[in-house]
Each structure stands twice: as C-alpha cells, then as structure tokens.
C-alpha cells in the first residue's frame, strides 16, 4: 500500500480512537487553569509576576504555560472540543518530531515503527485530552528539537537557537532545564560512535540556562527552603518516613512508571496522594522487585557498552534525565504521580523499542507486531478516552483505579453533591475519613456539607473529633469560618453580635482562601474584631492585608 495513504489512515485512525473523549467540557485542572485564564492585555504582565497556579505559596512558574491557555481560550474558547482536538494534532507533531530523529539515528523503516507506537500509545491518553497535558506535550518537543539540532551539522544558527531554547522554554513547564543534559547525551553518543562531537551546544545551553535562572531569581525566586510543616507533614505520606524508606518507595515508583511505559491498563492509581506505596522495609518484595528491574537495566547498558552500542544507552540517558526532575527522588515533597509526566520520556522509549524490534524479530513478522501494536494500542486509547470527556466519567474511572484512595472518595462526594445528593455526598466523604483519618481536607468537606445540610453544630462537632495532633492550620481555618458562620467569635467561642454584612464577606473569604483576590473585600468589613481575625488567618497564606 502506498506510504502516503498509510499515513493519511493513521492520522485518520488516531483522531477516531480519540473522539470518545472529545465533548464541551475540560475536566481536573484544567477546569480551573484554562476556564479561568482569558487573554487580557492588561494582564500580560502580570502573568510575569505570580505563580502558575496564582497562589502566593505555590512554587511553580509556568508564564508561557499561562499565556499558552489564555491564547486557547481566546481562538477556540467557544469550543471545547475544537481545544481537544488540538491537542491531537499537537500529539501527532510530536509523533512527527519522534518519526524524523528515529530516521536520523536509524533508518526509515525504525521511524515509522516508533512513531506507529508512539501515536497509538495509551500512556498519551491524559497528556491529549487533560488539556494541561499540552506543556508536557510541548517539553517533548523541546527535547526532541533539541537533539535534532545536535545530531545535524552545527550551524552558526543552531547556538542561538540552542540558546533561547534553554531560556525560554523552563518558562512553558521547568522541567526543560534539562535541555543542557540532553545535550550532554547525545555528545556521548557522538562520542561512542566516534562522530563529531556538539560540544559548543553544551556551553551555548548552559549560557541560556544561566540567563533563565537570573530571570527567575530577580522576578520570581525560586523557593527551594519550604518548610516542612505541620501541613504538609499530614498531607504527604512519604515527609513521615526515614529516608531511606523514601528512597525505597521512590525506587519502586520509578519501576512502575517503566511498567506504564510499556502498557497502561488504566488510570494510575498513584495519582492520588494515598496511594503511594511506602516501601520501607528490608523485607519488603516491591523492594527486591525494585532492585531487579534496575539490576537487569545496569546489565543490559554494561553490554551496550562493551559492544560500544550507542544508541540505547542514549536512548536511555535522555528518558532518565527528563524522569529525574519529576520522580520523587528529587521533589520529596510531592506525591502526586501523573501518568502525563511520562509522555517526554515516550519519544526515547518507543525509539530504543522500535530498534530493538528491527534487530532481534524476523522482518516477515515485524508488520504484523506493528499492526498488533497499533490495534491494542488504539483499543486501550479507546477505553480510556472517555473517562476525560466529563466530571462524572473521570470520577467513575478513579472509582475503578483507586477505590479506597480518600481522594477518590472526596472527588466522589463532590460530584454527588453538585447533582444535589447531599445525603449520599456526605456519606461518601465520611467514608473517606474513615479510610485517612489523619487527612484533614476530607474531615473538613464533610464539615462544611453537614453545615450546608443540617446545622453548624453538628458540624462543628465532627470537626472537633479530629485529633489533636492532627490538626493543621487548615482544620482552624474551618473551625473559623464555621463561628463566623454562627455569629461567634473563632477564638474565645463565646457570642459576637456580628453584622449580616461582614459575615457575608468573611465567608466569601474564606471559601477560597488561596485566591490572593478575595482577601481584598477586607478593607469592607466594618467590625475591628472580625477584620482582626481575619488578618491572623491572611498570615497563614503570606498575603499582605495591612493596606
């Protein structure tokens, strides 16, 4: 069959194994990143200034993201599914990025095996129709351009290029700093191969890091000393663990995100936070599994080595440096474990396996593996995909992946309560306490929909079974706005005769505390007390409220 018309199929193929996913509605973060960031001129600048998810705390600084969901919302805003179906095209280019550096390293028949793979891979799933997914869509871009430019014939051009890549692109999604390491392993490559080395890129890239890392010093300062406090202490599995036990946890989730790679069967149920497997014992098999895999990993690089086989220790260099940013080896402080974090690693991956494919299977099967491929391939994209089209369906699909993460639940009793099934909403969220007692977000949704349901008391009365040693600012914090709710004052408990009006403000505070915005409506309470209560709360989220 031609080739032209091989890939019109293909293309064909993989919007249609898509389309179950495509409808008018963004779902996760994306509901809150993308809805609520219109393209205001005002505003460019300011995008500069705060932080990706616009919260003074948070650390993330993503201004080109920003600015990207902002420009989706302006051109395609009407249309959620035109958005979506974006985001297949964006994939596909990636796919086309994969296709020309397999061409480059290998020869035509490998490139058009990996990007088969690549383009029917399930693991894609979440990147493509999250929306969101399209920064992680755009670091594999970065570095796949990246080492096209160092694999060609160097160019007075190139530095430039090289250079205003490493500045500009840790400002789509940081973990494109390690554009430089990605050079780093295609010079080795160059140099297993006894080919001219790009070793002038490797100091063009680092100038450009140099001047990202200046930028984002004298504008948005990186914040590497978080404390580790009582919050997050509660809320993160891995802080209350030794050391090494994090680091055995953190081995077996590297393992299970090479198994992913291979073939995800469903949502990851490490992606909500409880769901993380502590290893922390000597004894523990997961660990010994661990170890294995990487054992198994060190002896098939030992061989490539010996036979100077360059291509999959650089395939598996690159997929290794663009893991590390991510992986919990480094960011010990958070536990969420996206599948879509994984799609840069995919171009590397699919390239290392298509080669090995072409050498170790008989060429009369290796269409057929291919078809083979692209047939389960395109069915797991085709189950998975609707679990991404609405609220209700990404909720059922956590119920599959994590039944017994308290995340789940919360997720669950949310959704119950918008359809107005408060009953079986707070049941749910109850059930979710039970599961993490200690976490103290469930404990207080179900706080706030008894409030909403019955009565502020019995509310309260549930709050106050929480633990002492347990209790965070964030348990206070709903303790607050519960007897501000009643009319009494948060710290003596005894009776305030409050205004209608200042309690209405406080309360529309204090549901969003995070958005910086809402502690403006400050200035209009009235009552001293309250205000002053007020500005305690304000110093737990390092907001300003003086003037």
């Not at 590297?254 to 992606?271: C, Q």
């Not at 348990?475 to 005894?494: A, I, N, V």
Request: charged share 15%.
């Amino acid at each position: 069959m031609n080739r032209r018309l091989l890939s019109i199929l293909s293309v064909a193929l993989c919007f249609w194994v898509y389309s179950p996913g495509f409808s008018d509605q963004l779902v996760a973060d994306a509901g809150s990143l993308v809805v609520q960031k219109p393209l205001d001129v005002n505003g460019l600048l300011a995008l500069f200034g705060q932080s990706y998810w616009g919260t003074p705390e948070n650390t993330e600084y993503r201004p080109l993201g920003v600015l990207l969901f902002a420009l989706l919302m302006t051109w395609f805003g009407q249309s959620i599914v035109v958005i979506k179906a974006a985001m297949v095209c964006v994939h596909l280019f990636v796919v086309g990025l994969t296709w020309r550096l397999g061409k480059r390293l290998f020869d035509r028949k490998v490139a058009d095996g990996a990007a088969l793979i690549y383009a029917f891979h399930p693991l894609a799933t979440e990147a493509v129709l999250s929306v969101v997914g399209v920064l992680d869509m755009l670091m594999a871009c970065f570095a796949l351009v990246i080492v096209n430019l160092a694999l060609s014939q160097t160019k007075r051009r190139h530095y430039f290029m090289v250079v205003c890549m490493c500045f500009l692109c840790p400002l789509v999604k940081e973990t494109a700093v390690v554009l430089p390491a990605l050079l780093a392993c295609v010079v080795g490559y160059q140099w297993l191969n006894s080919e001219v080395m790009s070793k002038k890129l490797i100091i063009w890239a680092f100038i450009g890091l140099a001047g990202y890392m200046a930028f984002r010093y004298l504008v948005f300062p990186l914040r590497l000393d978080r404390i580790v406090d009582q919050d997050l202490l509660i809320q993160n599995p891995l802080l209350g663990v030794p050391m090494l036990a994090r680091w055995f946890t953190a081995l077996f989730i590297s393992v299970k995100a090479i198994g992913m790679l291979i073939y995800p069967t469903h949502l990851s149920s490490t992606y909500y936070f409880d769901q993380i497997p502590i290893v922390d014992s000597w004894t523990d098999p997961r660990l010994w599994l661990a170890v294995g895999v990487w054992l198994a990993i060190a002896w098939l690089v030992t061989i490539a080595l010996r036979r100077r086989l360059a291509w999959p220790i650089c395939m598996f260099a690159c997929g290794l440096v663009i893991y590390a940013p991510t992986s919990h080896f480094v960011l010990r402080i958070y536990t969420i474990f996206g599948e879509r974090l994984l799609y840069p690693i995919l171009p590397f991956a699919v390239l290392g396996l298509a080669r090995g494919l072409s050498v170790i299977s008989p060429r009369k099967i290796q269409g057929l593996l291919l078809l083979g491929w692209v047939l389960l391939g395109g069915f797991g994209i085709w189950k998975r995909a609707p679990s991404w089209a609405n609220d209700e369906a990404l909720v059922n699909a956590a119920v599959i992946s994590a039944p017994n993460s308290v995340q789940t639940k919360i997720s669950q009793a949310r959704h119950l309560w918008r359809l107005g099934h408060a009953d079986a909403a707070i049941a749910c969220v109850q059930s979710g306490v039970a599961i993490a007692p200690w976490y103290v977000a469930a404990r207080v949704l179900a706080v706030r929909m008894i409030a909403e349901r019955w009565d502020e008391r019995s509310a309260e009365a549930f709050l106050l079974e929480h633990p002492r040693e347990w209790r965070t600012s964030f348990w206070f914090e709903s303790l607050m706005e519960l007897r501000l709710r009643r009319g009494m004052h948060p710290e003596t408990g005894e009776c305030a005769d409050y205004a209608q009006q200042d309690l209405d403000l406080a309360n529309q505070i204090l549901s969003r505390p995070d958005e910086g915005s809402r502690w403006l409506r400050l200035g209009f309470i009235e009552d001293q007390e309250l205000a002053w209560v007020l500005e305690k709360c304000a110093a737990g989220y390092h907001v300003d409220v003086r003037h």
